[in-house]
C-alpha cells in the first residue's frame, strides 16, 4: 500500500467516525460516491474540467493569433458549442457501447449457466476459495449463490469478469451531463471577453493583455475551487485536488499561449 492510499484511508476513517458517531447508518452511506452519484459525478467532472481546460488553452492559443478580443470571442465560442457536441456525442456513443457489452455478456453468461451448470458452479467454487473460503463455508455460499439464476449471473458478471451494473447508465444523460457540463465549464475563460463586448471596450494592446489575463485568473480560481470540491467524492486532501486540476489548466493555457506565439511570428 503507497502513501496515497495510507493517507486516503486514514482520512476516510476519520470521515466515517465522525458520521458514524450520530448513529445514523445513512450517514457512513453518505460517504460513498457509488451508483447514479458516482456516475453522474464522473460525468459533471470529465465535462466541466474538459472545458475549463480545452477552452483556456484555445482561448490561449486564439489570443496569440488573432490579437483582437472579439474575434477570440466569436472563435471561443464556436470552439464552446463544437467541443460540447463532440464531447457529449462521444460520451453517449462510448455508454452505449459499454452497454451493448455488458448486455451480451450477461447474456452469454446466463447461456453458461443454463447449459454448462457444473463449470459455472466449479467457477464459483474457485472465485471463493481465492478469497480463502473452504470446507463446508464455502460449500454453503456456492449453494446460497448459484440457488437463483440471477443472483448468480450477476456474481459472474462482478467477481469474474469485474463489470459492475453498466446497464443502470442511461446513454442520453450521460451524452447530456458531459456535453451541458462541457458548456458551463467553457463560459468560464470566455468570461472576461463578453464582458469586454457587452462593455464595448476599444480593442488595444492593453485590453487584449488584461481580458486575456483575467480569463486565465478566472480559470485557474475556478478549476481549483472545482477540484475542492472534487475531492468531497474522491477523498484526496482538498489542496492537492484543487491544485492538480489549476496545474493542468496552467499548464495547458501556457503551453498552447506559446504555440499560438510562435506560429504568430512564423506567419506573420
Same mark, same amino acid.
Given at each position: 500500500?503507497?502513501?496515497?492510499?495510507?493517507?486516503?484511508?486514514?482520512?476516510?476513517?476519520?470521515?466515517?467516525?465522525?458520521?458514524?458517531?450520530?448513529?445514523?447508518?445513512?450517514?457512513? &452511506?453518505?460517504?460513498?460516491?457509488?451508483?447514479?452519484?458516482?456516475?453522474?459525478?464522473?460525468?459533471?467532472?470529465?465535462?466541466?474540467?474538459?472545458?475549463?481546460?480545452?477552452?483556456?488553452?484555445?482561448?490561449?492559443?486564439?489570443?496569440?493569433?488573432?490579437?483582437?478580443?472579439?474575434?477570440?470571442? #466569436?472563435?471561443?465560442?464556436?470552439?464552446?458549442?463544437?467541443?460540447?457536441?463532440?464531447?457529449?456525442?462521444?460520451?453517449?456513443?462510448?455508454?452505449?457501447?459499454?452497454?451493448?457489452?455488458?448486455?451480451?455478456? #450477461?447474456?452469454?453468461?446466463?447461456?453458461?449457466?443454463?447449459?454448462?451448470?457444473?463449470?459455472?458452479?466449479?467457477?464459483?467454487?474457485?472465485?471463493?476459495?481465492?478469497?480463502?473460503? &473452504?470446507?463446508?463455508?464455502?460449500?454453503?455460499?456456492?449453494?446460497?449463490?448459484?440457488?437463483?439464476?440471477?443472483?448468480?449471473?450477476?456474481?459472474?458478471?462482478?467477481? &469474474?469478469?469485474? *463489470?459492475?451494473?453498466?446497464?443502470?447508465?442511461?446513454?442520453?444523460?450521460?451524452?447530456?451531463?458531459?456535453?451541458?457540463? *462541457?458548456?458551463?465549464?467553457?463560459?468560464?475563460?470566455?468570461?472576461?471577453?463578453?464582458?469586454?463586448?457587452?462593455?464595448?471596450?476599444?480593442?488595444?494592446?492593453?485590453?487584449?493583455?488584461?481580458?486575456?489575463?483575467?480569463?486565465?485568473?478566472?480559470?485557474?480560481?475556478?478549476?481549483?475551487?472545482?477540484?475542492?470540491? #472534487?475531492?468531497?467524492?474522491?477523498?484526496?486532501?482538498?489542496?492537492?485536488?484543487?491544485?492538480?486540476?489549476?496545474?493542468?489548466?496552467?499548464?495547458?493555457?501556457?503551453?498552447? *499561449?506559446?504555440?499560438?506565439?510562435?506560429?504568430?511570428?512564423?506567419?506573420?
Amino acid at each position: 500500500m503507497n502513501k496515497m492510499e495510507t493517507n486516503t484511508q486514514k482520512e476516510l476513517a476519520s470521515e466515517i467516525n465522525v458520521a458514524a458517531a450520530d448513529g445514523n447508518p445513512q450517514a457512513v &452511506e453518505h460517504w460513498h460516491a457509488g451508483g447514479d452519484t458516482g456516475s453522474n459525478l464522473r460525468d459533471l467532472v470529465l465535462g466541466i474540467s474538459d472545458g475549463l481546460v480545452t477552452v483556456i488553452a484555445f482561448v490561449a492559443g486564439t489570443t496569440a493569433l488573432l490579437q483582437g478580443t472579439n474575434l477570440v470571442l #466569436k472563435a471561443g465560442v464556436a470552439e464552446m458549442f463544437a467541443g460540447a457536441v463532440s464531447m457529449g456525442l462521444g460520451a453517449y456513443l462510448g455508454s452505449k457501447s459499454q452497454r451493448e457489452v455488458y448486455a451480451k455478456e #450477461k447474456a452469454r453468461e446466463y447461456y453458461e449457466v443454463e447449459h454448462m451448470p457444473d463449470a459455472e458452479r466449479q467457477e464459483v467454487r474457485d472465485i471463493y476459495a481465492a478469497k480463502g473460503f &473452504e470446507g463446508a463455508d464455502l460449500e454453503m455460499i456456492v449453494t446460497r449463490i448459484t440457488s437463483d439464476k440471477d443472483r448468480w449471473v450477476n456474481m459472474m458478471m462482478s467477481e &469474474e469478469l469485474g *463489470y459492475g451494473d453498466e446497464s443502470n447508465e442511461s446513454p442520453v444523460r450521460t451524452g447530456m451531463i458531459v456535453g451541458v457540463s *462541457y458548456m458551463i465549464g467553457a463560459l468560464v475563460p470566455l468570461s472576461s471577453y463578453i464582458v469586454h463586448r457587452i462593455l464595448s471596450i476599444a480593442d488595444t494592446a492593453d485590453s487584449l493583455s488584461t481580458t486575456f489575463i483575467i480569463s486565465v485568473a478566472l480559470t485557474l480560481a475556478v478549476l481549483f475551487a472545482f477540484g475542492t470540491f #472534487k475531492s468531497r467524492f474522491t477523498h484526496q486532501p482538498w489542496w492537492r485536488s484543487g491544485l492538480e486540476m489549476m496545474i493542468a489548466g496552467g499548464v495547458g493555457a501556457l503551453v498552447v *499561449y506559446a504555440v499560438g506565439q510562435l506560429v504568430s511570428g512564423l506567419v506573420s
